[in-house]
């Protein structure tokens, strides 16, 4: 393969569905390294999905291009699309930076006269650098601003030299690896943790993509877990950062660094582009960690704050909020405290009690799988135990977890209709007040806690989320353990099954088969998002052929993909 010397349309487009695809590889790995000053998320995670959005996006342009025209999508749609779709998609403080360094990234590229080289690489990464810190409130060294500008510096100065693209990325990689390296002497939390910062090294692989891409070099392998741990830098140029023996900021700063800013809150906000900058005054006087990205009437918006409903409120006078999000930062502490200090299985709780005042309405979860586990605290679960299909809790175990609640009140999430005959009884074991919702597959939990409000009483939640878990329409993908037969047809062993709340759907021979006949029974033109839990015994290949169908024969429909870890079902639906 020869060296290519431009950014053709198309190569931009592979660079970044292989972005996309190093960052998954990564995503462990930088989770980790995700310490300062609290676990906003998972930060390897979160710039993952967002560029999850932005492959979607490119697949549809492909599919069809802007007005009908024939022949591939020009430098202008690509990059129109890819600014278009990571801000959709953006996840968590990371994802909200990384989207506004990929406008400002396709905004100089999209101004090139011609196809882009060096020097044009070098101006585009120039402005990503200075969009990015435009759309932050207070700029905070050692973090992904960091390093985007150390890799623009770079670039610059080798373009200015007259160097061919692929030079112009290897500096920009070289300056990105460098200055990556010292983010520990700026921010003294990640010294403090022996670890570099998460954001700047998911951006770093942004320049293995283009390396890759251009001149066929190998992407980087995310290290063995175990010391001694590394971030790839540049060629011969490896970052210790000890992520698998770190010690993490403690829960004592932690928890002090959060005294005022307890929650994070997300949202697009609708608005004319005027009304922003009062907009982001108000809001530099509710919290921090501001960010702040968009244009032509649509921004992402990202705040750190005491305040919930102020910060929601703010967006009424400037224009619609849609896609609230509200995660508790506390929370997230203590669960990557049980992460480092070895409690990996989901019915692990803390030994300790958790900071701050209880909610008055706390909730526990039946679930099985790290992944789903980790989704339901991240909603806003407090305890969740292990348990599903053919691992029922006892009421023992149940009752157990109600009491290690320190609600008086509490929602019980079964998640499986087998174990909600237990859980109904848990009321009368214990002077807490006790309810049950109705949930009988993991997306109808997820759903209902789309509705917990932590400072209701449980009567108004247990309403609320029985609402809330009956909108969603869930799917399941299992194998037949016997031969067998229902109204879809006959079973054999190994058959594998599409399940929905009215039984079994669909039997095919193929996993990837049974996906995608399931998905076409239960998505219709109502629906607009469908959220994947890969489980055990999923693989890319599959996940890759339901994306793929869904964007073929359900276009107005996105997809997101979540690891869940589940045993048995290898797919799980939320359909909205």
Not at 70 to 99: E, Y
Not at 260 to 272: C, F, H, I, N, S
Request: glycine share 10%; hydrophobic share 40%.
């Amino acid at each position: 393969m020869g060296v290519l010397d431009t950014l053709e349309p198309s190569t931009l487009r592979q660079v970044v569905t292989t972005f996309r695809d190093v960052l998954r590889s990564h995503q462990e790995v930088i989770n980790r390294l995700n310490v300062y000053p609290v676990p906003d998320g998972d930060t390897g995670t979160n710039m993952a999905l967002t560029l999850e959005t932005v492959v979607a996006e490119l697949t549809a342009l492909d599919a069809a291009p802007p007005g009908g025209d024939p022949g591939p999508p020009d430098m202008h749609a690509t990059c129109k699309a890819i600014a278009h779709g990571s801000l959709m998609g953006a996840r968590g403080n990371s994802g909200v930076i990384l989207s506004q360094l990929l406008r400002g990234l396709t905004d100089g590229l999209s101004a090139a006269p011609e196809a882009p080289g060096g020097k044009e690489l070098a101006l585009a990464l120039t402005v990503a650098d200075e969009l990015a810190r435009q759309a932050v409130m207070r700029p905070v060294e050692g973090t992904i601003l960091t390093v985007a500008r150390g890799a623009a510096e770079a670039a610059r100065g080798a373009a200015e030299a007259g160097s061919a693209l692929i030079d112009v990325v290897v500096a920009a990689r070289e300056g990105a690896a460098a200055t990556l390296a010292r983010t520990p002497d700026l921010l003294p939390a990640l010294a403090r943790a022996g670890v570099v910062d998460a954001g700047g090294s998911g951006f770093l692989l942004l320049f293995d993509a283009l390396l890759t891409v251009l001149d066929g070099r190998p992407l980087p392998e995310p290290p063995e877990p175990g010391p001694p741990p590394v971030v790839p830098g540049a060629d011969g140029l490896p970052i210790a950062s000890a992520m698998d023996t770190a010690v993490a900021v403690s829960h004592e700063e932690a928890e002090g660094a959060l005294a005022a800013l307890r929650y994070e809150v997300m949202y697009l906000l609708e608005a004319p582009d005027e009304t922003i900058p009062s907009f982001k005054e108000v809001w530099a006087g509710l919290g921090d960690s501001i960010v702040v990205v968009g244009g032509d009437g649509l921004w992402n918006c990202h705040i750190h704050t005491d305040d919930i409903g102020a910060s929601v409120e703010a967006s009424l006078d400037a224009g619609r909020p849609r896609n609230i999000r509200v995660t508790d930062l506390l929370e997230q502490v203590e669960e990557e405290r049980w992460v480092r200090v070895g409690a990996g299985s989901p019915g692990s709780g803390p030994e300790e009690t958790p900071p701050g005042p209880p909610p008055v309405t706390g909730v526990v979860a039946v679930a099985t799988g790290d992944g789903v586990g980790r989704i339901f605290r991240s909603l806003g679960v407090q305890r969740v135990i292990s348990g599903g299909q053919s691992m029922n809790p006892s009421t023992a175990e149940l009752l157990d977890a109600v009491e290690s609640v320190r609600s008086d009140e509490v929602i019980i999430l079964p998640n499986n209709k087998n174990i909600r005959p237990v859980a109904e009884g848990i009321d009368g074991l214990t002077r807490k007040s006790v309810r049950v919702v109705s949930s009988n597959t993991i997306a109808e939990g997820f759903a209902a806690l789309l509705a917990y409000d932590p400072e209701a009483h449980v009567d108004a939640n247990a309403a609320a989320m029985e609402r809330s878990a009956c909108r969603v329409v869930p799917g399941e993908v299992t194998r037949a353990v016997r031969d067998s037969s229902c109204d879809a047809g006959p079973i054999a062993a190994g058959d594998w099954l599409g399940l929905s709340r009215q039984g079994i759907e669909v039997v095919s021979g193929s996993l990837a088969g049974a996906a995608c006949a399931l998905l076409d029974r239960l998505v219709d033109e109502e629906h607009d998002l469908v959220t994947i839990i890969e489980g055990e015994g999923s693989g890319a290949a599959d996940t890759r052929r339901i994306t793929e169908w869904l964007r073929e024969h359900r276009p107005g429909v996105v997809a997101e993909v979540h690891h869940g870890g589940q045993p048995l079902y290898p797919y799980l639906f939320s359909i909205e």
